[in-house]
């Protein structure tokens, strides 16, 4: 019996930097019976977080989406009836042909990080809207702030080899929450640790990661840019710059220095950033001198939290100059690590073929759902949606307009997805998909530097059908050119592998049999050297591209738009500045209906220093509304010093079917962009909070 088992190679497809390998068990009946980390990754080792070692659960879940549905009720309540997929098809191709005529741009594709596959995010969906003319969709719900930041300064992200990182002495979480969000690079800090590292966190909140920290530094929200630059004036001040890297390998260190001595002072930046002068100074001290006092090389590990306020992609740009005036980047597994995802040259064109595009087709940015919903941008009204990978009623900002859109009754609203997610409520056609284990797919990472595939381990339950393939039939249904979508999944693959450097002599089939790793020498510091792909070909602390824009060509701070600092008559009425980040036990929103994660969870709560509780008359475990002039939601405080006064948190993305008031924390949030990146300011957000 044992001998009919098959061991399956897959890979964790969630939106996180670890990308897992996975190995799946299959007994002869086909069903998948175990699901464990795979032990010959050398980054992932053989581990998984909490969510996905229940993975099962999810996939086969009895509330898996698995026919082609059609609405019978009003929107927003989830009733439907089965349909064929023939009819679903048939339909879709209808009101899309109808919209069409008129102008394709009134129909938005809405997609996101659901699976980081290479195929399921984006292949032949993009090519289908390419070719339709749909308008267009700028994914900044996540990252883009970060990595415009990071261009500017480099020219592309921030990025070492990770498993070097274990000869790192001084380890810097800045905005981020690496135990939870990123725990085998956490494993790695630990062992760095164990060798003597100190480990220290910036954070307004003292999350999980900062809590096991040497050093929790509760620095206030938004003003992350201001202690780098505070940072900066002190190694000028003190001459500990690496004279040699910065006069071989960057421009503007003498600018740079100029307007730093003059602009931030240790008072300045302890005045901006809530933070001790003595703490800056030690701060300073200790990352500049890293090498003396510990022994061996910094790292900032650098990652979302602080990118997503106003001047997010500004204080991305300031961090990522730091390495530069300490020379970190000579050092393997040192400098600043915000993403290796450009390492892999991953032949994008060949897989979503931009040149489809009908020029001056116009572009959506997915954090202003609410604004395109509610015909406030240029451009044609949207009349068609077709979400897949993502649940924006829960996931987008300001999401009372969100609902109120996704409920107009002129919209027609397609959703492909695993399960009934609030977006599903609101939807006209509902899609059954497949989950990792039932459909092909490669990957890269944005936290380690291999290459895997995700070989299928089930055949696909019920009807679901992987995203490539409900392209392929909508394709097939508009007539649309045989050539461009008649590729089976290998094929695509084989295809967007094809590239040259950090992919010469990987081949799919060897990354079907594991994980293989690019072309890049073990101890890879991509720095070390300068070659940095700015247009100056050095790390640009001064930056010319800037200039030409019209923009301070220098790093300088930029405060968040909603700030008690800069903006007291907001901060009159909602005096609090309010984090949402994710709940440990959920992706995101993902994970949320996985009964054993959501106890996991517990109840929605917020965290409020007990000075505010007690401004307020607010008792731990009370009942509390957290609100401003967006929105309002209910939670349960806990008074804590998890908070400085001035900070609240309330972690979590939930359904809001599975909430008391039927939403969730993004009716508060805004959507505001980024100043670089255009990208979402979830952590930008003053509230009030009162006992209900
Ligand atoms: N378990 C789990 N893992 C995940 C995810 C998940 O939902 N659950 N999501 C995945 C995704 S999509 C992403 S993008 C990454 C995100 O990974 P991280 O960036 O690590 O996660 P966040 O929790 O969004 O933010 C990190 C920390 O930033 C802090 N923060 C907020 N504002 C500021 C600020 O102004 N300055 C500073 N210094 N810190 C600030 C928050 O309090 C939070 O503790 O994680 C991925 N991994
Ligand atoms: N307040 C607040 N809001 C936030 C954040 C925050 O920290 N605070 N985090 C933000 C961040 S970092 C991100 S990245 C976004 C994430 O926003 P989303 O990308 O929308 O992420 P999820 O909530 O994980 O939803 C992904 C959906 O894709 C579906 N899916 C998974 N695989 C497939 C597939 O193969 N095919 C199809 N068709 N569907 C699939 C899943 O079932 C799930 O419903 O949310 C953002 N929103
Ligand atoms: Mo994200």
């Known amino acids: 019996m044992r001998s009919e088992l098959r061991l399956i190679k897959a890979v964790c497809p969630h939106d996180c930097p670890d990308t897992c390998g996975m190995v799946v068990t299959v007994d002869s009946s086909g069903r998948a019976i175990q699901l464990r ?15 996905v070692a229940n993975y099962l659960d999810r996939v086969y879940h009895p509330d898996r989406l698995l026919y082609p549905l059609r609405r019978v009720g009003p929107k927003g309540l989830g009733q439907f009836e089965r349909i064929t997929w023939e009819a679903a098809i048939l339909e879709i191709t209808k009101r899309f042909k109808e919209i069409a005529a008129q102008d394709p741009q009134a129909i938005l594709p809405y997609s996101y990080a659901g699976t980081m596959g290479k195929l399921m995010y984006g292949s032949l969906d993009r090519r289908y809207f390419h070719r339709l003319g749909a308008s267009l969709l700028d994914r900044t719900i996540c990252a883009t702030a970060g990595s415009a930041g990071c261009d500017v300064t480099l020219g592309t992200r921030a990025m070492i080899d990770p498993e070097a990182t274990i000869n790192c002495r001084y380890i810097v979480n800045w905005g981020s929450n690496t135990a939870v969000t990123n725990i085998h690079f956490w494993k790695i800090e630990y062992e760095a640790r164990k060798r003597g590292a100190r480990i220290v966190t910036i954070d307004p909140y003292r999350s999980p990661t900062a809590d096991k920290s040497d050093w929790w530094i509760p620095i206030r929200p938004g003003t992350d840019g ?29 600018q740079l220095r100029e307007r730093v001595l003059k602009e931030y002072c240790p008072k300045e930046v302890a005045r901006i950033t809530g933070l001790s002068i003595a703490d ?44 530069a005036l300490t020379g970190d980047w000579r050092y393997p597994g040192a400098g600043a690590f915000l993403s290796t995802s450009k390492a892999y040259p991953w032949d994008d064109s060949y897989l979503t073929r931009p040149d489809l595009i ?24 949207v009349k068609a949606l077709f979400v897949y990978n993502s649940n924006p009623a829960a996931v987008a900002p300001d999401q009372s307009r969100v609902l109120s859109g996704l409920a107009r009754e002129d919209l027609f609203t397609v959703v492909h997805d695993q399960f009934q997610t609030d977006t599903v409520d609101f939807a006209d056609i509902v899609l059954p998909a497949t989950t990792q284990l039932e459909h092909f797919d490669v990957h890269g990472s944005y936290g380690h530097l291999y290459v895997q595939a995700n070989n299928p381990a089930i055949m696909p339950l019920g009807e679901a059908k ?9 394709a097939r249904a508009m007539g649309f050119e045989e050539e461009l979508f008649e590729q089976t999944d290998e094929e695509l693959a084989t295809g967007c592998l094809s590239g040259n450097n950090n992919f010469v002599g990987l081949t799919l089939d060897a990354v079907k049999a594991g994980p293989v790793r690019l072309n890049l020498p073990q101890n890879w510091a991509p720095f070390a050297e300068g070659r940095f792909p700015t247009p100056s070909g050095k790390c640009e602390l001064y930056s010319e591209c800037e200039a030409q824009a019209g923009r301070d060509p220098l790093p300088h701070y930029i405060p968040p738009h909603e700030d008690p600092q800069t903006n007291p008559e907001l901060a009159a009425r909602y005096p609090l500045q309010l984090l949402t980040p994710p709940k440990p036990s959920f992706l995101n929103s993902t994970f949320v209906n996985v009964p054993v994660l959501r106890n996991a969870a517990g109840e929605r709560t917020l ?21 401003n002039n967006r929105g309002r939601f209910v939670a349960h405080a806990v008074l804590a010093d998890t908070v400085k006064p001035g900070v609240v948190v309330s972690q979590g993305l939930w359904w809001r079917k599975w909430t008391e008031d039927g939403v969730n924390c993004n009716t508060t949030t ?4 980024t100043d670089l990146g255009a990208g979402a300011t979830f952590f930008d957000n003053l509230v009030e909070v009162a006992k209900v």
């Open 226 to 254: 201001a202690l780098a630059l505070g940072v900066m004036h002190i190694i000028f001040r003190e001459n500990w710059q690496d004279d040699d890297y910065l006069t071989q390998y960057c421009v503007g260190a003498a």
């Open 466 to 474: 992987p995203n490539t393939e409900v392209f392929r039939l909508l």
């Open 670 to 673: 805004s959507t505001a962009l």
């Open 607 to 627: 965290e409020i220093h007990p000075q505010d509780a007690a401004d307020r008359g607010i008792t731990n475990g009370q009942k509390v509304i957290v609100f």
């Open 358 to 381: 009908p020029p001056g087709t116009r572009t959506i940015n997915m954090v202003q759902l609410a604004e395109a919903l509610h015909g406030k941008l240029p451009g044609p009204p």
């Open 37 to 51: 980390g795979d032990q010959d990754h050398p980054f992932t080792r053989g581990f998984l977080c909490q969510k």
């Open 280 to 323: 800056i100074e030690q701060f300073a001290t200790e990352y500049a001198r890293a090498r003396h006092i510990f022994g061996g090389p910094a790292l900032i590990r650098l990652n979302y939290g602080l990118q997503r306020h106003g001047g997010g992609g500004m204080a991305v740009r300031t961090i990522v100059c730091l390495p």
